[in-house]
Structures are given as structure tokens and as C-alpha cells.
């Protein structure tokens, strides 16, 4: 059955190479993407039902061939306890991102519509979304320190150019970012996975997890597990390294967000479970109370800085810095229960935010703006499907019992209320009263977001054209068509607002202009692509006309997430059965 | 007496040079009696390939056979009698020169006794060192001639003298690892460099080639000079050229103040003193110079060798504080010039970098190790930093390819001989992937003169297959996937830093891969974004164009004006502004390349800025400069003839360098497992 994890890879890097050979548009290319990712995905089932569930502990499903023997480079390939639902999370994921990217109408350039295709290059997208797979798939099944750097680099270049081709106004600048963090922090991690190696003289991670750090003194460790620490915190990412990532969501298209949160930031936090801490025991006891600071303080900056968001995007992205924290603290506590909530707290994380971004992107696209005073409020009125999934995703982030967001957040507590021998309780005590501030904190600002946007009366308020930061010379008609636009409603609306300014408590900026909504997104739309004649848009809703509530192709995209967040908060010990004989392998603990 | 010093020449070994020299002298004489034909032109790079790819097939059936270094051109017996009459020298010595041995040809080490030091020193050795950097020479020089094929189907150079003078670079590149003697190390360096002055400034009536010509002609001379007489100080401390010889008398020397002294009373450092007796008693070069007194202590004299001979070679290999011929040299030259510099000229730079470092200073460690280390953060930290600000094709890669001399130099800041094969095999892979940027970058000179960063947008539309080679070429350059041959070679590297315990070294190197990330990255978005023309007529992604706008716009002001600030004090073609302002100029004017420039600041103001220069400037640049862009700009869109005999060349060359930089990708073991006196840490 080894055959499996390899055609986990081979699947989409086949499917992303086929691209490449020039054949039939529109409906071939979606139902290529589908296919591929579908098939992936269902591979990814066949491991998961192949692994079992008899709790034993090791990896199964290895293949281990040499690639480079001179570099001792071997490609081994193994799935466990750790790795498995991460393996599951990033194929249906991506299968369920392009099941988004069917839908019909909407203006973003991540869409693979039936018939004629888009402006917004969808045969690279799909290519690009393939490699990314690759990339992330690979990085849960290497076991050879080596081949995990070389598919965790392998995910840069895709991500970079799915922020830089298909994200918003300041793609460029928020891609630039993204990679020169990121490959900034993978050299370092090199570094510290060759200093491993070459103190060890082994690359098998399953060698050196068994060893358990033996043959590394403490000093040599402590290094090693800083450098790769680092490495990895800036994936992850950890509240000092942080700075990439809200520019990096916010500009991404909306499966550029959903994968980046989904399962890319995993990647960080996998290393700190498969490398960092088994391979590196004396050196993780010594580094664990300051990556439980960091931890906790980056749990509360991120709801302190979410509660300074306007923007829905760019507080989800603070968010997952919180939530990032939880997992990171619960490594900290190097016990079986604060890894079992980390696992934990990845996967719930991964299908929350996941569906965060979905119901976002979604609103985005109605919006035409993710600006939460902008957006006014009433959504549940006017978009009652959209608006409910968007609080149910918000509730389960902010960890309600009984979703899957909580256990992550409860274990990790948990642990650090009790952490491992060589730590020191009362810090960790500490820690558990500010990550449990910090929980109090993501409720607050959840909820005052969803009693800004989704309750109140529906004041149809959008923002308008961000005229600004559109260039001179050529997109003088679309702005001054944008601006005919934007004063018409403007003037229409004008009596609208005082009607329901009486109601609505929270009215937008001076610059808000109350529209016809559509017609907003339209002039919007018009001004960024200055193409004025172009502005009837893709399908579905015509001027004027109401905005389409939840679609059958988001629907379909979202519902599974939510039925596993349901899943996961009910019965946690579908997910924790898997994880935590393997925890107890990692700690060397029995 | 002379009967013994008439030796017999092992022809197998030195075919390589040999068939490359007289292909030379065929491309001469025939360029000279062939009617002038039209079929003359290819005729002649034909000749040129056929010598180049005979000489690389005597290469592989060099490596392909098993068995002992082959040497040839040693020393006859009759010269060695005297040293090999004294036995006693070889138990002192074996040990450290066994591992010289072993570590750089890769032979099987004979088992040490005392026939192993007194083998006769050879001056041409073909060993796994001469067979890879040999392969690598002409597997670059294959290429070269591809690209050369190319721009010589303008007609503007003269093709007999192009080939002559490419076929001489490539024999000395092929001698010069072969060498082991400090004599012919020279003569090869000098044979690699001083053909290229004449490529680089055989374009006629072309000032920026005839600028970059000088230049190279300046710093080589210089460094020849400076390589020189650090090589005749050594020779005056030790006694001999030959490297082997020179290892052995610097390693005696440096074990005799370690001895008890003249005394010799010690029993256990019996041995040892007894070697070093001898060496004081007589030790006879080849030269018959005869040390009969105890040396003095000249270790200063040999430091000061060590530092002039780095310093001539960090001026061939464009290492940091001599690496300021390089932006202009390259970008003077044509590319194919530029190609062979920045692979086969440097490449030869390093294998007698190493030579002399290794095989022939290796007990001088601990002088060049700390020296080497801190010229290579400083020559990837430099260039790396300097490639960020570049906006022309060609000088980027000048310096990103400075920046990679670096990498390629921090092995060599290990104290430890085995991290050289790293050198080695960064050097192989970043042939590679260098020769394939500089290859597509030919073919859009072709079209775009100018070759500004600029012209390759939306390269990956006009020409997929090329727009897509050139961005896995600087992913590659990167280091990133899917260019995984880049990977590797970091990889490669960082082990050996991490291993030797260089970790500072590690650490400026991971800096510098991320800000070298920067422009190549930077780079192949361009590759990827609409052309700003074509995005115009065709339906492309609304946020791409106002990207693009905002990009020209942003570009165009500081542009300008920067260009402006430079030329108004700068020494004339010392700056690249100035250049381009004065490249620039004629082809606005004369409207190719589509649309000019979309910001509205360019037009109005690049015709102006000669005006302002042109005073400024006294020298010739800007004179010459205009006539030769108008040449290039017929070139480029007129003689459609020569188009299609001119385009087939470069894509076989990018073919060829995709072909082997995938290669590498996957299977890196192709050169890895090549490599000499290599033990993995894992074994």
C-alpha cells in the first residue's frame, strides 16, 4: 500500500504538468482540476482507511528509496498518527477550493466558470494551486530532514506567485514580503537541520526521534533547536515574526487565504511536532518557557490587534496569529496533553479558518469591499444563508463548546496548568491565565464584529471606489465612469441614509456612500480593472437587481467544513485517538 | 645528459588542448583561403563545434577509463635522481602529501611507502580535478559556441577571428586544471584571459565593447602581474614550481621548527628531524637550486606570496574587493562574451584558485582559510547588493554572478580539504543554470537591444518556451524549487559550513540567499506580467494593467532622475546610469520595441537627458554608443534573413542548458558522486 503516499504527489504534480501541454479552455480545465484534486483527495481517504485505527504507534505506508546519496538525501516517504489528518486537511482543502472556484458569478480572478473562462488566468492558477499541494503534501509525509526542507521550500514559489498574480492593490508588496520572511526563515531552519546532521550524522527522522536527542549535548541542542525554531516560528507564525502574514491574507485571493491559513501555516507547526521536540528534547526543555511567552503574548496581540481591525480579512488573519499562539503554547508544555491540543488546535484551526476566508471571500465578492464599517450591518437580513455561515465559522473560532475550535484551546490550557517536569510551574501558570485572557479577548472581538456586520438593520451601505489608488493616465474614463456612478447612487441615496441612520448606530466613514450594491461593486470593479465598457460582470446578477445569497458551488465548498467542525467538536476522540499514542512516542514519554 | 632530458608526451592526455588548438589554427587558415561565401559563417562555428565536442569526447574517454591519474610532461628521471637517492625523506612526508594526493585526484592512494613521494612531479596530470572542470569547460564552451553562431549572423564580427580567438580561451580553460606547475598555471590563466579581451572589443565601432575591452585588458593585466609576482616569491622560498614539490618544501618547512632543531638529539622525533635533515642537508629542485644552508624563516615572505596570489585570482574570478570590472565588462560585452566569462573564465579562476590554495599552500591553511572566508561574505554580500539596483539584463547578472563567486568561495573558508569538492560542485551547477539565463537572455537581445529588465515583460507570453526556461533558470540562480539544482548546490555549500564550524560564514550566506531571492524573483515576475502593449489590446486581468502602469510610472521618475544625479559628477562610463541614458536615447527615438514607455514621465524626458549628459561627459561612451545601438537596431528588426539561421542556435543552447539543469534537479548524484576525495559526514 506504499503506493499511496507516493501517488498522494505524483497525482497533482502529474496533473499540474498536464497543464502545461496546451489543450481545450473552460469546461476541460475545470473538470481537469476537479478531477485531480478529487482523485488526491480520495487517495488521501484510501491512506486514512489504510493507516486503520488499531493505535499502534509508527509510521506505516514508508517508502524509502535513496535520492542523493552524496547528500544522504533519501526520499522517505510515511504517514502516522501526526501527519495523517494533516495529509487529509490539505487534499480536501484543496479539492474543496476549487470546488469554490466553480461557482458562477462573482468578479474574482480565482474562478473556473462553466464555458468561456475568465480574464484572471485560471489554467495557472489550477497549475500553481497543484504545486502548492505538492509542496504541502510532501512536507506531512517526508521523514528525511532534507526532503522535508525541499518541500517546504517547494511551496514558497507557488504561494508568492498566487499572492502576486491574483491578489489585491498591494499584491506585490505583500508577496514580497511573504517570501523573503519566509525563505529567510527556511535558510535558518537549514542551518539548524544541518547542524543536527552534522552532529548525529543521520537525516532519518525516525532515527532521530527514537533517539530521542542522544548524542547532542544540551548546549548543541538548545542551538540547534533555536535555529530551527526559528525557522519554523516564522511559518507558523510566532508573534515576533508575525508581520508577514496579515498583509499576505489580506491581498491573497480567497484560496490564496483559505490554503496560506489552512494548511501552509501548518507546516510550521508540524515541524515543532515532528522535528523540533522529538529530535531535540534537552534543547526544547530549555527553549519551552520562552516559546511559551511568545506564545501567550502572541495569543493576546493578535485579539488586541483584531479588535483594531477594520478590515474582515486582515482580522481573520490576527486571529490565526491568536490561534497560532494556542498551539504554540501547547508545545510549550512539552506534555502529552498540551501536543494532543497543539494537533489538535492545527486541525480545528485549519477547517475553521478555512471556512472563515470561504464566507469572507464570499462576502468580499457581494461587497465588493471586506471594510466592516463599510459593510454596514444587517446581513443577516439581507443574506441570511451567508450571514449565518459567517457567524457559525466566528463561533467556532472564538472556541464555543461543542465546536471544534474549543479543544484545542481548553487542552492547551490544560497543559500548560500542568507542564512537563524541568518547567517551571508558576511561569506556565501565568501563561495559562493570559492565553485564557486571551480567550475571553477572541470572544469579544468576534462578537463585536458579528454585532457590527451580520445584526442591526440592513443599511445596504458599500463603500465607495477607492479612487486614490488608481493610477492617472489611463484609467481617467473608468474613474470618471466610476465617479458618474458613485455620485448617481450617491444622490439616490442620500435620503436612504438618514432613514436609517436613525437605526443602524454604527454608519460608515464619511466616505461611504450608500448604493444600490451591485452597482457600488460594479464601479468598483470598474475603476481597479479600468476597463469601463467591461462592467456588466460575470453573470448572475444584473444592476440593480438583489445580491445572490449563498451559491450551490459555495455551498458545496463549505458544508463539508462545517459538518467536520461539527464532527470534531462533538466527538474530539475521532481526532485524538489518532494523535495521541503517537505523543506519547514523541515525548518518550509511555 | 640530453637524451635523459628528451621525455616521451602522452598524446592521450593532452588531446584535449591539442584538439582544440589545432581546430584553432584550422578556423584560421580556413577563414583565411575560404572564398567569401555566405555559406563561409556557419561553416566556421560547424568547425568550431566539431573541434569543441571532439575535444569533449577525448574528455569522457579520459574519464570513462578507470585506473591511475595519467601524467605526463614529469620531470625526467635523470632531474629526480638526486632527491629519490635520499630514503629518508619519504617517511617524514607521505602522510601529507598522500592526502594532498588523494584528495584532489581521487586516485586510489598507493599504498604509502616511499615510492609514493618520489614519483616524478608531472606538469600536466589528468586526474578527476582536470576531467570535471574540463567537461564542465567544454560542455560550457559547446554552449558558448551556440550562442556565438547567433549574434555572428549579423555579420557585424569577423567570424574566422571570433572562432580562432574562442577556440584559444577554451584550450587554456582545458590546460589550465590539467597544470601542475606554477609556470604552466600561468601560461594557461593567461591563455584563458587574453583571447577574451579581443572577443569582448571585436564588435567594431562599438564604444561600450570597446570600453569593457580596456577594462579587461587593465584588471587582467594588473592581476596577471600582481598573480606573478606572488608566484615568484614562492618559487624563491621554495625552489620549484611544481606544486607537489612546493606542498612537500613548505610542509618540511613548516614541521621544522616544530623539530628539536640542528641538534637532532631527540630519539622519538627521529623520523621527522631526519626528514628535515635532509631537507636542510640538500634538497635539489628542479631546477638545481640547491638550499644548502638551514632556510631562514621566511614565513612572512610566503604570507605576502598567499596574499598576492588571492589577490591576482580574486581579480580573475571577480571577487569582492576586486570585482568592480565586472558590471561593466559584462555588459559591455556581447553576451556570448559575457557567458564565457562569467562560466568559463571564472571557472578556470577557480580551478587554479584551488590548485594553488590546495594542492600547493594546503599546509598554509591557516594563513588563506580566515582570508578566503572573509573575501567570500564580503563578494556575496557586495554583489548581491549591488544586483538589487541593476534594471539591465546583463549587469544583473554581472553581479548576481559576483554573488555566486561568493558561495562558491565559502567551501574554501573551511579549514578543511574536502569542503573544496563543494566548490566544485557549486561551480558545475551554477555553469548550469548561469549559461541558461545567459542564453535566453541572447535570444531577447536579439530583439531588444537595449536588454533592459523591462523588455523581458511578458516574455512568457510572446515566447512561452523561453519566458518559462528563463524563470526556471533564476529560480534556479535562487535556489528554490522547482529549480532544485540551485537547492542543492546551497545545500552543498551550507553542509560544509555548517560541518567546518564556520557558522558565522552560514549565517551571511543565508542573508544573502534571501536578498539574492529578491531580484531574481523580482525578475521572473517580469517574465510573468502582461507586457504593458499587450495588455492594452487583450483581455487581460484588470489588476495586472493598473499594476503595470503603476510599476512604469514608479520606475520612470526615480529612473530618470537618478540617472540624471550619477552622470552630472560621475566618471564617465564608471556608472551604468549614464550608459543607459546614453543607450536609451536613439532607440526611444527611433520608436522600437512597441510601446516605448507606458509612465508618461520617460518620453518626454529620456530624449532630453543626452542633452544633459553629453556635456557632462567628456569621454567617448555616448558618441559611439549611438551608432552601434542604430547597428544593433537594424540588426534586430531588419535583416530578416539571418533571423531564422540566428534563432536556431540559441534555443538548441537553451535546450541543451534546460536539459542539463533539469537534470541536475533531479538527479544532482550526476555530479555529486563525480566529485574527488568526497566522504559524506553521514559515513
Known sequence: ?590 | MIQSVVQSIDYFAVAPPLVLALAAGLVLLLDAFLPRRPYVRPALGAVTLAGVLVALGFVIAQASRSGEAIRTFCVPESLTAPTRGIPAVSPAAPPGVEQVTQTLTGTAAVAPGPGAVSAPSCSFVVDDFTLIFAGLVLVAGVVVVLLSMTLLASGEIPVGEWHFLLLCTLTGAVALPASRDLIMLVVALELVSLPVFALTGLRRHDGRASEAAVKLFLVSVVSTAVTLFGISLLYGVTGTVHLDRLAQVLRERAAVPAAPGPGQAAGTALPQAAGAADVTEGYVSSLHIVYDSPPPDLSSVVTVAIVLVLAGFAFKVAAVPFHAWAGDVYQGAPVPVAALLSVISKAAGFAGLILILVTALGSESGTWVPLVAIIAALTMTVGNLLALRQRHAVRLLAWSSVAQSGYILAPLGVRDEEATSASIAYLVFYAAMNLGAFAVVMLVSRRAARNELDDYRGLAFRNPAAGLALVFFLLCLAGLPPGLVGLFAKIVVFRELVVGGVGWLAVVMAVNTVIGLYYYVAWAVRILTPAPGRAAGKAAPGPDRREVREDDAARAVPAVSSERGITGHAVPGASSGHEDVGRAAPETSSGREGVPDQGSPAPGQVPGTPDITAPAAPAAPTAPAAPAALVEDADGGGSRTGWRAGWMPVAVAIGVTAFVALLFSVAPQVVLDFLPGVVGIGR
Open chain 1, 1 to 590: 500500500m506504499s503506493w499511496v503516499l507516493v501517488a498522494l504527489l505524483v497525482v497533482p504534480l502529474a496533473g499540474a504538468l498536464m497543464l502545461l501541454v496546451p489543450y481545450g479552455k473552460g469546461r476541460l480545465l475545470r473538470a481537469h482540476a476537479l478531477t485531480v484534486s478529487g482523485v488526491t483527495f480520495a487517495l488521501s481517504l484510501v491512506a486514512a482507511v489504510a493507516y486503520g485505527s488499531d493505535g499502534a504507534v509508527g509510521m506505516r505506508l514508508v517508502t524509502d528509496l535513496a535520492w542523493v546519496p552524496w547528500l544522504n538525501l533519501r526520499f522517505h516517504l510515511g504517514v502516522d498518527g501526526v501527519s495523517l489528518p494533516l495529509v487529509v486537511l490539505t487534499t480536501l482543502l484543496t479539492f474543496l477550493c476549487f470546488v469554490y472556484m466553480c461557482r458562477e458569478g462573482g468578479n474574482g480572478p480565482d474562478r473556473l466558470p462553466r464555458g468561456e473562462l475568465g480574464p484572471g488566468r485560471p489554467r495557472a492558477l489550477v497549475f500553481t494551486l497543484l504545486l502548492l499541494e505538492v509542496g504541502v503534501v510532501g512536507t506531512f509525509l517526508a521523514l528525511d530532514l532534507l526532503l522535508f526542507f525541499v518541500f517546504f521550500e517547494v511551496v514558497l514559489i507557488p504561494m508568492y506567485f498566487v499572492i502576486a498574480i491574483w491578489g489585491g492593490h498591494a499584491r506585490r508588496a505583500a508577496a514580497n514580503k511573504f517570501i523573503l520572511y519566509t525563505l529567510l526563515g527556511s535558510v535558518v531552519l537549514l542551518i539548524g537541520l544541518l547542524f543536527v546532521w552534522a552532529r548525529t550524522g543521520t537525516l532519518d527522522m525516525v532515527a532521530l526521534a527514537s533517539a530521542h536527542g542522544a548524542g547532542m549535548p544540551r548546549s548543541a541542542q538548545t542551538l540547534a533547536f533555536v535555529a530551527i525554531g526559528v525557522g519554523l516560528a516564522v511559518k507558523t507564525p510566532m508573534w515576533p515574526l508575525h508581520t508577514w502574514l496579515p498583509a499576505a491574507h489580506t491581498e491573497a485571493p480567497t484560496v490564496g487565504s483559505v490554503l496560506l491559513a489552512g494548511v501552509l501555516l501548518k507546516m510550521g507547526t508540524y515541524g515543532f511536532a515532528r522535528i523540533a521536540i522529538p529530535i531535540l528534547p534537552e534543547g526544547a526543555a530549555a527553549v519551552a518557557p520562552w516559546l511559551g511567552a511568545f506564545a501567550v503574548i502572541g495569543i493576546v496581540y493578535g485579539c488586541l490587534a483584531c479588535l483594531a481591525q477594520r478590515d474582515l480579512k486582515r482580522m481573520i488573519a490576527y486571529s490565526s496569529i491568536g490561534h497560532m499562539g494556542f498551539v504554540l503554547l501547547g508545545f510549550a508544555t512539552l506534555t502529552p496533553v498540551g501536543l494532543n491540543a497543539a494537533l489538535f488546535g492545527n486541525i480545528a484551526h485549519g477547517l475553521i479558518t478555512a471556512l472563515l476566508f470561504f464566507v469572507v471571500g464570499g462576502i468580499k465578492e457581494r461587497y465588493g469591499t471586506a471594510d466592516i464599517p463599510a459593510l454596514g450591518g444587517g446581513m443577516l437580513a439581507r443574506l441570511p444563508h451567508l450571514a449565518s455561515l459567517l457567524t457559525f465559522a466566528c463561533v467556532a473560532s472564538l472556541g464555543l463548546p461543542g465546536l471544534a475550535g474549543f479543544w484545542g484551546e481548553m487542552l492547551a490550557l490544560l497543559g500548560a496548568f500542568d507542564p512537563a517536569p524541568g518547567l517551571s510551574r508558576p511561569l506556565f501558570l501565568t501563561f495559562m491565565v493570559l492565553g485564557g485572557i486571551g480567550t475571553v479577548l477572541t470572544a469579544a472581538y468576534f462578537l463585536v464584529m458579528l454585532s457590527r456586520v451580520t445584526h442591526g438593520r440592513p443599511t445596504e451601505t458599500v463603500h465607495a471606489p477607492l479612487l486614490a489608488a488608481v493610477g492617472p493616465a489611463e484609467t481617467r474614463e473608468a474613474v470618471a465612469a466610476a465617479e458618474r456612478v458613485t455620485e448617481k447612487v450617491t444622490a439616490d441615496a442620500e435620503q436612504v441614509v438618514e432613514e436609517t441612520m436613525a437605526g443602524g448606530e454604527d454608519s460608515g466613514p464619511v466616505d461611504t456612500a450608500v448604493v444600490d450594491d451591485t452597482g457600488g461593486a460594479m464601479a468598483r470593479r470598474d475603476t481597479e480593472g479600468a476597463r469601463g465598457s467591461d462592467s456588466s460582470g460575470g453573470g448572475g446578477r444584473a444592476r440593480g437587481g438583489r445580491v445572490r445569497d449563498v451559491t450551490p458551488h459555495e455551498l458545496a465548498a463549505w458544508v463539508p467544513l462545517v459538518v467536520l467542525i461539527l464532527l470534531f467538536g462533538l466527538w474530539p476522540k475521532a481526532l485524538l485517538s489518532l494523535t495521541d499514542p503517537v505523543v506519547h512516542g514523541l515525548l518518550g514519554a509511555p
